[in-house]
């Protein structure tokens, strides 16, 4: 380290894991970012709103990349955080930032380093559902795409990341055995419950869906066993009048032979007796008036009978 102490850490620091907070990343790598254009142009006198402006300019994560492993300037960032140590809150902003993903990845990747294993599961393991793709420099200086999951996921089971050895991470379920730790609750057993809570839904909305179907097919058989019952009623109704008017042009027709019968009868009286005097015509005369007399009252009678119907 220079001796003129622009590169020392504050006075006010608080050691971790015992020793110098710079000291976490490797000497050989420390001096690479001291001798850095981006951390000489950059991250001199710095101080935590200036590294939250920066962290917004990132355009990708690395550690160092190419032939002369060149510090990226997420290294460089990251050493500074660790020079002037911001307060717990920053840091927590940082982390639960959803509009700059790589400013989230930058505070994670400070807690894992300077934080307690508490604070690591507790703020680092609800990051896993963030699936938002990262670009990520790697040793030969290509870009690849990573995951923001896939890289908090190495934060918490690897032993080093963007050439930085990760300080020992004792292992969850301990934690969960001394009751430090609560379990875990599973990204897959949250989609299983919203699945089976899919699936009631769909099998509810199938129920209704088959009932009100079912209701329909018995509203068309009812509709039609109403139908066949009108037009049956229709028909035996017809069939009623049918036989009625029948009934009434045969009754009609036996007055009918009656008075043709008598007819004949008067007509053989009135040629055997053709002497007969002007009173036996007035006699014939008055019969023929009741003949009449009766049709006219048979018509209309049939006639209110056809009107009733």
Known sequence: MPRNGLNTTVSDAASVR???????????????????????????????EGIVDKAV??????????????PSPYLCLLLKMLQIQPEKSIILEFILNDDYKYVRVLGATYLRLTGTPLEIFQYLEPLLS????????????????KHVDEIVDNLLVGESAFDIALPRLPLRW???QAGRLKPRKSALEEMDLFDEDDDKEIEEKEKKEGFLELNKAKGAV?????????????GDKGKGKEESQEK????EDSIDKKEKG??????????????????????????????????????RKRDRDRDRD
């Open 18 to 48: 015992g020793k110098n907070p710079q000291f976490l990343i490797e000497k050989i790598t420390r001096m690479k970012i001291y001798e850095d254009m981006y951390w000489k142009e950059h991250c001199f006198a710095l101080n935590a």
């Open 57 to 70: 300019d990132l355009k990708y994560v690395a550690g160092v990349t190419g032939g002369n492993r060149r």
């Open 262 to 299: 008598r007819d004949t009868k008067v007509d053989l009286s009135d040629s055997d007796d053709s002497g007969d005097d002007s009173g036996d015509n007035s006699d014939d005369h008055s019969r023929r008036e009741k003949r009449r007399r009766r049709s006219r009252e048979r018509d």
């Open 222 to 234: 009812a509709a039609i066993g109403w139908k066949e019952e009108k037009a049956k009623k229709e």
């Open 248 to 251: 009434e042009k045969g009754e």
């Open 130 to 145: 963030d699936l938002r793709k990262i670009r990520f420099k790697n040793v030969d200086a290509k870009y690849e795409i």
């Open 174 to 176: 301990h934690l969960e």
